[in-house]
């Protein structure tokens, strides 16, 4: 099987909303979606997905690929929020994409939720106040 890498767009969508996958391959592909998790679980599959070669350009990192779309997935109203990984010719995934649910989050779950946030931004000012009282030690030190 030819090697494939691939990306999806857009990349956060509701429940039964379509996801376009980007891929470059030269061969035809097996596509394979994964709910993560603790317990993995297939949730679609395609086989025998024509995928032409493309290059990735000298400014991929700030453009992107801009490569056409291969495939478009239509995800399932019952599939359960979370990461999608998209595996290609059954290799390590090198795209994914996020369900969210069709419901807002009620009271209850901002506060699981909250504190997870509250945990990651809590982190980023450690972070700033790190690089802060570093480059004041570096200016007291000169």
């Not at 297939?42 to 995928?51: A, F, P, S």
């Not at 399932?76 to 998209?86: A, E, H, I, K, Q």
């Not at 290609?88 to 901002?110: G, I, K, M, Y």
């Not at 509250?118 to 480059?135: K, V, Y």
């Amino acid at each position: 099987m030819a090697s494939a890498l691939g990306y999806c767009w857009p990349q956060s969508v509701v429940a039964g909303e379509p996801v376009v996958l980007h891929a470059s391959a030269g061969a035809s592909i097996d596509v394979e979606v994964v709910r993560d998790g603790a317990e993995p679980e297939v949730v679609h599959r395609e086989r025998d997905v024509e995928v032409d070669h493309h290059a990735i350009g000298a400014d991929a990192p700030e453009q992107g690929c801009r490569w056409p779309a291969a495939l478009t997935i239509a995800t399932d109203p019952t599939w359960r929020s979370g990461l999608y990984l998209v595996r290609l010719n059954n290799e390590l995934p090198t795209a994914w994409f996020v369900v969210r649910s069709p419901q807002p989050a009620s009271s209850n779950d901002e506060g699981r939720h909250g504190a997870a946030l509250r945990t990651l931004d809590m982190g980023h000012h450690a972070c700033a106040l790190s690089r802060r009282q570093r480059t004041r030690s570096g200016a007291a030190a000169g």
